[in-house]
């Protein structure tokens, strides 16, 4: 397993994905996983869904601007740290984000998020 | 065990040892410790060390916005994510970071750092 490629082929598909068809983001989370949104906690993969899917704006478009990643523990786990900016639509400004995902492989050789924490830069 | 607790911890204990006496920090790292530092991974406690204390800047103050933490799998793992700023002496204006670590428990009931990412937040 090459951890970047992972985490580089992550950012790629989460990101289009929260900005294209947030509900399809449902197949990443499982029932332990954890998200940290605006330091509100929410777990599991149906909540998480029903969070990210009612936030007030419709359209968004992430922009990444830094990808680091570390492979975690001997189970195969890859922690990826992004920095960048989200732009709503109708707003002037983007704004700059940084967010971390703990990501843990399954037995069908994919990877699920098990911690998700996002967090807005205020300026 | 409670993960805010040990997360609220961690930080204070982290950031003052940091802005006072950085070679203090060895001892919250191991060898199969790994730090990012604005994309440059450095592996080991031996090696991470001699990185903080090789930065060009002597004196440095963090200030502390945001503290999130999540467990992190069943073995007691926590993880921490910190936004914040940091002065450094002589400048006008403070950098913003994002930093975040996967504490590790030890067999004596302490935690080390398996994971350290930093980034600086460009505006």
């Given at each position: 397993m090459d951890p970047d490629a992972v985490a580089r082929a992550f950012v790629e598909h989460?990101?289009?994905?929260?900005?294209?068809?947030r509900a399809g983001l449902a197949g990443l989370?499982?029932?332990?996983?954890?998200l940290?949104?605006?330091g509100?906690?929410?777990?599991?993969?149906a909540a998480i869904i029903a969070k990210l899917t009612g936030l007030q704006f419709q359209q968004?478009?992430?922009?990444?601007?830094?990808?680091?990643?570390?492979?975690?523990?001997p189970a195969g786990g890859v922690i990826v740290f992004v920095s960048g900016s989200l732009q709503l639509a109708g707003e002037p400004h983007a704004l700059k984000f940084?967010?971390?995902?703990?990501?843990?492989?399954?037995?069908?050789?994919?990877?699920?998020?098990?911690n998700d924490i996002f967090r807005l830069n205020y300026a």
């Open positions: 989460y990101y289009r994905t929260f900005d294209t068809n989370y499982q029932d332990s996983s954890m940290s949104f605006e509100e906690k929410i777990q599991g993969a968004c478009q992430h922009n990444i601007s830094t990808i680091d990643c570390q492979t975690s523990g940084s967010q971390m995902f703990h990501l843990i492989p399954t037995p069908q050789g994919n990877f699920y998020v098990l």
